[in-house]
């Protein structure tokens, strides 16, 4: 397994040419097609009934600005791409807002990088719920880049966070490129229960992991500090330049419901994290 077709967001905010090159980075690594998408964050009902151009004009002049500003976000992913000697790549707008358009090309591609919200900068057509939203409705690994931090190279150092779930499990499995070329990686077990790990936590795990050639060490941690303190506290003891984990919760009717760790993780994050559901 390996990643094919590497979808990066590209908006206009500060960190979006960091997060670019750190996809233009990866896709070179992995030798993939490196797809940026910006959108209109306009939906696209907005279109269906055809009556669009009987609008108000302030309105239309609004949605004009909309899509001129994703075309100028992907004209400089462009650029930027062909830059950095990526091998083979595209831009391509959606029009739709970043839920609807993103997350749905998001299904053909292998792993997807988005950035984390940041509370003082605001974006006009990304909401702030926008990472949560693909962790759980993608149905891809979503990579999530901090706000702020340098992570050049990264992934050398991952830290794993197991605890016998689903997502968990899923998100492991989905890491193996990033694991294997880690020089070490760090599974940390958090209060384990012996329903969830058996007599033994992380043994069987680190056995499957060693079978993909992954080195690992494993170790299990008791703690009265929340799940997201602990392991941002661990990662940090440990030197990890990456957390990888299950994203945790359920969507309704774009109302974002995230389990705790998950959710103190993706406000808190220090380093990229890459998350399933």
Request: hydrophobic residues 40%; without cysteine.
């Amino acid at each position: 397994m390996t990643y094919k077709t590497i979808l990066v967001h590209v908006d206009d905010t500060s960190r979006s040419p960091y997060r670019v090159k750190l996809a233009a980075d990866l896709a070179i690594q992995f030798e993939a097609h490196l797809l940026g998408i910006a959108d209109t964050g306009v939906s696209r009902f907005i279109y269906q009934d055809g009556n669009i151009n009987g609008v108000d004009p302030s309105l239309l002049s609004h949605l004009e600005y909309l899509r001129d500003r994703a075309n100028q976000n992907i004209a400089d992913f462009k650029k930027q791409a062909d830059r950095s000697g990526v091998h083979s790549y595209e831009g391509a707008i959606a029009q739709d807002d970043a839920f609807g358009g993103i997350g749905m090309r998001a299904r053909y591609s292998d792993l997807v990088i988005v950035g984390q919200t940041n509370p003082e900068e605001a974006s006009p057509a990304v909401m702030d719920d926008f990472p949560e939203y693909m962790i759980l409705n993608s149905g891809r690994p979503v990579l999530v880049v901090p706000y702020a931090g340098a992570f050049d190279p990264f992934g050398k150092r991952p830290l794993i966070a197991w605890d016998g779930s689903r997502s968990a499990t899923r998100a492991i499995t989905d890491a193996i490129p990033f694991l294997r070329n880690a020089e070490l990686v760090h599974v940390a077990i958090i209060n384990p229960k012996g329903d969830q790990h058996g007599d033994q936590p992380g043994s069987d795990l680190a056995s499957y992991l060693a079978r993909h050639g992954i080195k690992l060490e494993v170790s299990v941690h008791r703690t009265k500090l929340d799940i997201g303190n602990a392991l941002l506290s661990l990662a940090a003891d440990l030197n990890s330049d990456m957390l990888v984990m299950g994203g945790y919760g359920h969507s309704r009717f774009r109302e974002m419901i995230m389990g705790g760790a998950t959710r103190g993780i993706l406000e808190s994050m220090t380093i990229p994290v890459f998350m399933s559901h």
